[in-house]
């Protein structure tokens, strides 16, 4: 059952419930009245992802963080397949020295790399639903309603002008440690809380070996790069909203990184006073 709603809750979700709907709406007008039919796979990552919302929810558990977790942990699972593929298909393609010239990075559109973008915008506008339908945040600016909200602002403008979409591949290279988040939330749901185990052990190696290569890393080369071929860039929306929006994901790893060490102590200390 959905946790009571809090104080100062319902204005937040308004706000983005009705940033959701002109997304919906802003969407739906390009594929269906300027005949985009390119984004059509972006409803098509919406209604993949619902569908498997509701495969789990009747067949495992009806518990709606469990679902959603679930959920999450498929698209973190599909998305960091779909990318790693593209990347090595432009690896044998193009070799690695090509790969990230500007004009690669922001002119071009690598072999998949334009469906597997919309297939998680529609991921996130899916997720963004859900967390609001369930009332799966916390805080009076979640924080993960504020990342989810960037993500598809930054992609979708992406999508509707075709730049930057390599780059905007790359950032999903953290979708490899969100499968470790997702894994830690249904072993803890699921009861397996035991600190000394070889394979908890195992999977918090990999969470912090990921979440510093995969995410802080990545995203500070990103920016780097940036920032270094600023001047390349035309006059536009393209870098102000590029750098605008890695600055936000990066104070959002920061902040996810204070709550990673938080978790890690906080299990390593239970399992010291179980002992």
Known sequence: MPPPRRAGAGDTSA???ATLVLWAVSVGFEIGARGRRELAAVAAGFAFFQAANTAV?????????????????LHSSLTSASVIFVLLCQWRTKGLENMFQHEELVGSSWIGAYSALCFS???????????????????????????????????????????????????????????FLHVRKLRRM??????????????????????????????????????????KFDKGIELPLALSGMAGMNVLNVSLGLDLFKAFARERNQQTHQD
């Open 121 to 179: 915008c529609g991921y996130f506008a899916y997720d963004q639903l859900d967390m609001l339908r369930y009332r799966l945040y916390s805080g009076w600016i979640p924080g993960i309603l504020m990342h989810h909200l960037i993500l598809l602002i930054c992609f979708t403008l992406a999508l509707y002008r075709n730049v930057t979409i390599n780059y905007l591949i790359l950032t999903l290279l953290c979708e490899m440690h969100s499968i």
């Open 15 to 17: 706000f983005f419930a």
């Open 190 to 231: 699921a009861g397996f809380r035991d600190f000394n185990r070889k394979l908890v052990k195992l999977e918090w190696v990999l969470n912090w070996t990921t979440f510093v290569t995969a995410r802080v890393i990545c995203h500070i080369l990103i920016t780097y790069r940036l920032i270094t071929d600023a001047h």
């Open 57 to 73: 929810r009747a067949a495992v558990s009806r518990d709606p963080l469990f679902v959603n977790t679930a959920v999450s942990l």
